[in-house]
Each structure stands twice: as C-alpha cells, then as structure tokens.
C-alpha cells in the first residue's frame, strides 16, 4: 500500500449513519482475494439502478467527488460483518481517507492494515468539513502534524503511533 505524509482532495461528504461492510461492498463482489477491481462495486447498491446505470444524484458519481481521495461519513462507519474488501473496494477507487465520528472497531484497523487513513472527529467538525465539500474546494491533511487544513482553520486529530 502507498503511505503519505500529507493529502489534499476536495472531499466528498456521505452524511449517513450505520453504513455497514454490506453496504459499503455487497456480498456478491466477495468472490475474489485481488485487491483490485473492487473500486467499481463500492456502494454498488447505492450508486446505481437496477440495470446497472449509474444513479446520478449519488456523491461519488458526480464530479469532482468522483476523484475524491476523502470521504467525509456518518457515524458508525463500517460496522457489521468484519470483511476486509470493504477497505480494498475504499482504496481501489481511490479514497485513502475516511473522517468520522465513530467507526467499527475491526474495520478502524483493517483501514489501517490497508494503507487508509480514518481519522476521528466530532459531528461538528464534520460538519464543519461539509461545507469545504458542497463548495468543491480542497481540505489538506498533515498526518505528521495530525492537522487537517482547509481555509485558514486547522482541526487537530489523533492517530495512534503505531498504526
């Protein structure tokens, strides 16, 4: 997995709670050990219609989210089932950073295990963080300094040294 010290994206904010490993890659996109090639089944059932056509009102099919490399998320993210495609599905399309405010504890350090970031904040700085989203421009994260920047405000976080 490719590590980074820092990251700028326009983040792309997914206000739901309780997204589970179901939902984040569905069962059938489970057949496979590759790492890649998931990237295409993340959400499937959110982003797209019973025929297979992408929904255009999803977050991540629309431009710029469509390359966010930041997922801004609702509370409890990642719970259910303890599937690791579920961070591969994440990473394969390109999303090296999840924000939010809670996350289920074996996908927190599958995220780890798999070269993602999931960084801790409260709801209000998420918040906060969603209106850098609705106006497309740019937050930076400086892991080193545990800052995320955007405008001329910082929020500090913490990551554990030895993730």
Request: proline letters at 4%; hydrophobic letters at 35%.
């Amino acid at each position: 997995m490719k590590k980074f010290n820092s990251l700028r994206s326009i983040p792309a904010y997914l206000p739901i709670a309780n997204i589970d490993t179901d939902m984040i890659i569905p069962k059938q996109f489970l057949k496979t050990i590759k790492r890649t090639g998931l990237g295409k089944s993340l959400f499937f059932d959110m982003r797209y219609d019973d025929n297979g056509n992408e929904i255009k009102d999803f977050t991540l099919n629309r431009e710029p989210y469509n390359k966010s490399k930041i997922l801004l998320a609702g509370k409890n993210f990642g719970c259910g089932s303890s599937r690791e495609h579920a961070p591969w599905s994440l990473l394969d399309f390109g999303i090296t950073c999840v924000i939010s405010s809670s996350y289920a504890d074996i996908f927190y350090n599958n995220c780890f295990k798999n070269g993602i970031l999931p960084i801790i904040l409260e709801e209000n700085k998420i918040k906060e963080l969603s209106e850098y989203s609705k106006r497309k421009e740019e937050i930076a994260i400086d892991l080193e300094k545990e800052t995320i920047i955007f405008g001329n405000n910082e929020i500090k976080f913490e990551i554990d040294a030895f993730k």
